[in-house]
């Protein structure tokens, strides 16, 4: 079945159904529907021409999955449901399944939801768009910055030290070239709970030795986890090298996002 008849047959599923979405795993193509467009870009799905009709839609579902995050992250689609089209199957998928997975609301008793939001994106696009053409790795500890500072050092001069709030605001998306760039420092990002940058480059002076983390975790990940252990904060780490957001609190690993699926629209 060719693409431009898979969307046509979601456009009407998502009528009937009133999604709020129709995600697309397909080449992008010329379609009219009423609700929001989303592409994915950068999947491979060849695999699933060799694969039952039970394990299309097993991986179907578990790709879903990993764009609904991004799409609960981006679009801030809480509830409700988008049709999902993949080479050989549609989904109609219930978005409470990305919002169980990464709830923002989890974190409002340390972090106000609209600055998670901001940096769980901005954390996105870092880990897909590296910088200068290269993967980059940073952290983001969000908490009261004086007591993350009690356990931390500045390893070099502050870049955000004496700016005026609205140019270290993280929830202004015009900030964010300033942040990617200075993340490419060694160290760490301290963001106050009101969204305030208010350091970079900075370096946590923690030990995780007493934590109970997955194996192969690098030591920004190892000290962004154990901050959270000692002081009331959330940690957002990007992995270099697999470019995987992590989500700690309470000196835990609480949310792992994959980078590796794009979407648009």
């Keep these: 079945m060719n693409d431009e008849v898979l ?15 129709i995600v697309s795993f397909t080449r992008p193509c010329t379609c009219q529907a009423k609700v929001p467009l989303i592409w994915v870009q ?15 839609v097993s991986t179907c579902e578990h ?15 809480e509830e409700g449901v988008v049709v999902a089209v993949f080479p050989y199957a549609i989904l109609v998928y219930d978005l409470e399944k990305a919002k169980n997975f990464v709830d923002v609301r989890d974190y409002e008793d340390l972090v106000p939801r609209d600055v ?4 769980l994106k901005l954390a996105m696009e870092i880990a897909v768009e590296g910088r200068e053409g290269r993967k980059i790795g940073t952290a983001f500890v969000i908490g009261d910055a004086g007591q993350i500072d009690r356990h931390s050092h500045q390893a070099i001069l ?8 609205a ?9 964010w070239e300033s942040v990617k760039e ?21 370096y946590l002076d923690v030990s995780a030795k007493d934590l109970q983390l997955p194996g192969g975790l690098g030591g920004r990940h190892l000290a962004t986890a154990a901050i959270t252990h000692l002081v009331p904060a959330v940690g957002v780490t990007i992995s270099e090298s697999g470019g995987l957001v992590r989500v700690f609190r309470d000196g835990a690993c609480t949310i792992t996002i994959r980078s590796d699926i794009r979407i648009t629209g």
Excluded at 158 to 165: C, Q, T, V
């Design 7 to 21: 969307m046509g047959a979601a456009v009407e599923i998502a009528d009937e159904v009133g999604a709020k979405a």
């Design 158 to 165: 502050n870049p955000y030290l004496g700016h005026d709030r």
């Design 167 to 175: 140019f270290r605001d993280i929830k202004n998306h015009e900030n």
């Design 63 to 77: 790709h879903m999955l990993d764009a609904a995050i991004q799409i609960y992250l981006s679009h801030r689609f």
């Design 116 to 119: 998670m939001y901001a940096v």
């Design 42 to 56: 950068d999947l491979q799905l060849d695999i699933l021409k060799d694969l039952s009709m039970s394990e299309i």
């Design 182 to 202: 200075f993340a490419q420092l060694d160290g760490v990002f301290v963001v106050d709970r009101q969204g305030m940058i208010c350091a970079a480059g900075r």
